[in-house]
């Protein structure tokens, strides 16, 4: 049954809930907290990548988050030339402000976690390795939790 009356709005609001709850498993049952977690993170990358990869990377998107990916963007000037991880940290702690106190490091993994999930791998690599390498170290740390923890049901199936 069509909640919105269309497939495109349906299938992106689906897609974006199941986002949302990869989150919320890292970062606590708290829907809001989990969005405003994503576009933290997400407008960080976009604002540290070369503008065609950041373009790249938004066309991957579900249509609801690539609306929460494009706000308030302006591509003149980008990328940022920030190099450090504190300072990609930093940024995404800016975008938490108004929600409860959430650690922008967990925010980031939790993000981080959710992109490797859903988006092309070659983009997924192609994102990682536009960033500081303190940031792609982070993002990488992920994927050998991830790795770890698919592990068993990999050698069970």
Not at 5 to 11: I, N, R
Not at 39 to 63: E, F, I, K, N, S
Not at 113 to 134: N, S, Y
Request: aromatic share 6%.
């Amino acid at each position: 049954m069509a909640s919105a009356g269309l497939d495109v709005f349906d299938k992106t609001l689906q897609t974006t809930n199941i986002w949302l709850d990869e989150i919320m498993a890292d970062l606590g049952p708290d829907r809001q907290v989990a969005w405003h977690a994503l576009g933290a993170v997400l407008r960080t990358l976009r604002d540290r990548v070369p503008l065609d990869l950041a373009a790249h990377l938004g066309a991957q998107l579900p249509l609801l988050v690539r609306g929460l990916y494009y706000d308030q963007w302006q591509p003149a000037g980008q990328p940022e030339r920030a190099r450090t991880l504190d300072e990609f940290l930093g940024r995404v702690g800016d975008g938490l402000r108004g929600i409860r106190p959430v650690n922008a490091r967990d925010a980031a993994q939790a993000v981080f976690r959710t992109l490797t999930c859903h988006l092309d791998p070659g983009q997924t690599r192609k994102v990682i390795d536009a960033l500081p390498e303190e940031v792609r170290a982070l993002w990488r740390g992920t994927l050998v939790a991830n790795d770890a923890a698919t592990a068993p049901a990999r050698r069970a199936g």
